[in-house]
Nanobody, 126 residues
């Protein structure tokens, strides 16, 4: 059974940090791009950060570039993807979702991503 399980969300004050983690299992994800998306109430889901299957080409939304860092660790049949979030702002408040692409392609379009987790809530207070 394919599973993407996020953890690490919570409540933090503006300027603080959180680290999200996603464990992907149930099939081999070592050659799939991984990404984080987020969705705030009343807003569309938006791309946050992505990383290619090699781990060598992370890319970010402009709103988080320089504050967030995505990384991945491929261990046997489990891929772990992290999102280190620093200098958090109230506008970062959203539910954050981990996603895995259908193949080796990576990008910002959510249509590239076939597997999704249930999400973890991040709330940043002002």
């Amino acid at each position: 059974q394919v599973q993407l399980v996020e953890s690490g969300g919570g409540l933090v004050q503006a300027g603080g940090s959180l680290r999200l983690s996603c464990a992907a299992s149930g099939r081999t994800f070592s050659r799939n791009a991984m990404a984080w998306f987020r969705q705030a109430p009343g807003k569309e889901r938006e791309f946050v950060a992505g990383i290619s299957w090699t781990g060598g080409r992370p890319f970010y939304a402009g709103s988080v570039n320089g504050r967030f860092t995505i990384a991945r660790d491929n261990v046997k049949n489990t891929v772990t993807v992290s999102l280190q979030m620093n200098l958090l702002k109230p506008e970062d408040t959203a539910r954050y979702y981990c996603a895995a692409s259908a193949d080796e392609k990576s990008g910002r379009w959510d249509g590239l991503y076939y597997y999704w987790g249930q999400g973890t809530q991040v709330t940043v207070s002002s």
